[in-house]
RNA sequence: GCCCCCAUAGCUCAGUGGAUAGAGCGCCGGCCUCCGGAGCCGGGUGCGCAGGUUCGAGUCCUGCUGGGGGUACCA
């Protein structure tokens, strides 16, 4: 008895096809939006009347009386109702035990939904923080995304390879160079966090830009510098960046973030990944070099007529990939990297394990140890976890694997573009940001200064659970759930303002409700020894019928949510899990008080259910369930 | 200008074309001889505007208004 839903759905798929209907219409089965008709409704009937040229409610009729013949598992009764609903009210001694059964039988389990198999391996980028500066909540907000995305992932069973993406010769660490060598900054103190020091460096240094157009001249010296490999100024680069990517690392795993590899962007230099994929460009001509016009002296890859990239605009009449300098732009460097992703380009990385239980690094030099059988890269499907904002580079990326001949592989790329995270203009205010210019919104900006630090908010919400927590590693845990629940609930196209005060919530919709929940079921069953469950359910109380087809829902909402690549409904999942259990855990007795010892082994086993389904939907959203807070 | 995203309750947000659109917060009022109350229960004439498609539209299409973003030899 896998799920209920699936086997009402293929029972009236059944049904209608010996009615005649045609294939392809499959048939929407949902909750019952009113109980009193049944557990399980669909509205297939109304669909189907168009095609079979009857009446909604006569197509309805039969196909109940098609399942009625049938006889499904666990139902006690078809329905029909209102213009044509099918309903199937489910018979509770049985489902019930069925259910629980399902749901224990999932504790430990990796894989929760299968995935239509032979896929391959999926990579999956995020988080890609230039390495010049402080995490921000905005590069709090792609990580937790990308991390839930690839958790999701694997929940189906694919094979899944995160990548961090380190560009570390890009203008934003030159523009730290700079600054480091030309402010007169004094030297960070011990309780001056390297990351945040050079997040001052960096707004200052673009201050000046405006005033010393000079300074202008040096970053782009110093970008050629870092481009060519020149020392010192390389070195100085990748120490520098060395260290931030410490403290991103470190900063993400406050948060359960981890990498499998990190591919650094000078790799793909020194490596002469880039050199490689300009000669695969230049030789099918797809590159042009322009004399004259604005473009002189660039490398470009223009937009040929009537084949332009969808939507882009008019006036993109070509994307520069080397500029008159003779610098590539990051541009030209990805399409290198997803030749890479994608095992097409015919090179690879060095290899290096940075710490023991850390992620592997690339490297230019050889040495340490390789990538393992397997290998990285070698993707069948990429999903890149980057902000809507880079679209359409992210497009031209595309575009180049498509132009190169690689069609599967550019239908394979899925740029997973989700929105910013901005201030509301009064927050905006309380950090000292000139808002006289009127705009209903801030994005965070770490050049500009409008900035609510990564580590800030995760140290401020440990702050405020501290008091309740029974240590601190329990108040830790609380705060990361707080966090990722708080970026992980909204849909990826909605803007997050940011507030503090709901983002460091402790009741209602947030990660401590979910938490509270889990450690409430824990505390019940440590309260109640096992009893063996029967194998008939006693009667059941509304909520708890609730309740039943919650858990029964995991594996439906987890494949959803996989599919469609939205970790928001998976939040929002769990938020329904635990508020269904809550309300059972207010309105039925208490169970260490029950006497009769199968009503007593049957709502146990419901509460371990519980436990079970909302700890697999936590770790899912990259919270660790806590036993007792 | 052109392209993309958004507009749902006082606020912040959910809502695979299906029945009477839901949460959280805030506000008011209830419920604890505890299974850990960070909870539960009650209190609500809300889908920006105008057309269209459909048996059926918050959801799809067109236009409009308002907001955000993109349109770099930044990423």
Redesign the pocket.
């Known amino acids: 008895m896998p799920d209920l839903e699936a086997d009402f759905a293929a029972a009236l798929r059944r049904a209608a096809s010996a009615l005649g209907a045609r294939e392809g219409v ?1 048939p ?3 909750p ?3 109980p ?3 557990d399980l ?4 009937a ?2 189907l ?2 095609d079979l040229r009857r009446p ?1 409610r006569v197509i309805a009729e039969a196909l109940a009386d098609g399942l009625r013949t049938e006889g499904l598992a666990h139902v006690a009764e078809v329905t029909v ?5 099918v ?1 199937v009210r489910l018979d509770d001694a049985t489902y019930a035990p069925a259910v629980i059964t399902e749901a224990l039988a999932r504790e430990g389990q990796t894989v929760l939904a299968q995935e239509p198999a032979g896929r391959g391996k999926v990579v999956v980028e995020h988080t ?1 923080t ?1 390495p010049n500066k402080a995490a921000h909540v905005g590069h709090l907000r792609n990580a937790c995304i990308g991390d839930t995305v690839a958790r999701l992932l694997r929940a189906r069973g694919a094979v899944v390879e995160v990548q961090n993406y380190i ?1 570390d ?4 660490v030159a523009d730290v160079l700079v600054g480091l060598r030309r402010l007169d900054f004094p030297p960070p103190g011990d309780l001056d966090p390297f990351d945040q020091y050079c997040s001052r460096v960096y707004v200052e240094v673009c201050r000046r830009y405006e005033v010393e157009p000079a300074l202008l001249e040096e970053r ?1 010296t110093t970008l050629r510098a870092i481009e060519a490999r020149e020392e010192p100024v390389a070195g100085e680069a990748r120490r520098i960046t060395a260290r931030i990517v410490e403290a991103h690392l470190g900063t993400m795993a406050r948060l359960g973030i981890r990498y499998d590899l990190l591919t650094w962007e000078s790799d793909i230099l020194e490596l002469g990944f880039w050199r490689h994929a300009f000669d695969l460009l230049q030789r099918s001509g797809l590159l042009q070099h322009p004399d004259a016009g ?5 490398w470009t890859l223009p937009l040929a007529e009537g084949e332009a990239v ?7 009449e ?3 990939l080397v ?3 003779g ?5 030209a ?2 399409i290198a990297y997803h030749l890479w992703k994608f095992g097409l380009l015919g090179l690879d990385f060095h290899y290096r394990l940075l710490q023991p239980g850390g992620p592997v690094s690339s490297a230019s030099t050889p040495g340490g140890p390789g990538p393992g059988p397997a290998g990285f890269g070698r993707a069948a499907r990429v999903v890149n976890v980057i902000d ?6 992210q497009r031209m990326v595309r575009e180049a694997l498509r132009r190169l001949g690689h069609v599967d592989q550019a239908r394979a790329l899925h740029h997973l ?1 989700y ?2 995270v ?1 201030l ?1 203009p009064a927050a905006a205010r309380t950090l000292g940001i000139d808002t006289s210019d ?6 965070l900006s770490g ?1 500009r200064g409008i900035d609510i630090g990564a580590d800030a908010l995760i140290d401020e919400a440990q702050h ?2 501290a ?4 240590d601190p590693e ?1 108040a830790h845990l ?1 705060a990361a759930a707080a966090v990722r629940y708080y970026l992980l ?9 940011f ?1 503090f ?2 983002a460091l ?6 990660g ?2 979910l ?3 889990h ?2 079921a824990c ?2 069953l ?3 020894p096992p009893l063996p469950a029967p194998d008939r359910a006693p009667r059941l109380a509304p ?1 708890e019928r609730e309740l039943l087809k919650r858990i029964d829902q995991l594996p439906r909402a987890v494949a ?1 949510a996989a599919e469609t690549l ?1 970790p ?2 998976l939040a ?1 999942y769990a ?1 329904q899990l ?2 269904a259990f ?12 029950l006497q009769d010892p199968v009503e007593r082994g049957f ?1 146990r086993a419901l ?1 371990d259910a519980t436990r079970v389904t909302l700890a697999a939907a936590l770790e899912l959203l990259g919270i660790t369930p806590l036993r ?2």
Do not use: W
């Open positions: 499959e929407a089965v949902e019952s939006g009113q009193e008709a049944g409704s669909s509205p297939v109304l669909r009347a168009r909604p109702t209102g213009p044509g609903y309903n890609a230039n560009d010769t890009g203008v934003q782009r604005p473009l002189a002296g660039c969808e939507a882009a605009p008019a006036e993109v070509a994307k520069v500029k008159s300098d610098v590539a732009t990051y541009t460097k990805d809507q904002r880079q679209a359409v580079p573009a929105e910013v901005a509301s009127g705009r209903s919104m801030y994005a050049r405020q659970v008091a309740k927590a029974r329990t609380l609930r909204f849909g990826l196209n909605a803007i997050i303002t507030d005060e709901e919530r402790t009741t209602g919709d947030t401590i409700y938490q509270y929940a450690a409430r505390g019940i440590a309260r109640t909520p959803a939205t928001s409904g929002t938020f635990a508020t809550n309300d059972v855990y207010e309105h039925t007795e208490r169970i260490y008080r709502r509460v007792r807070i």
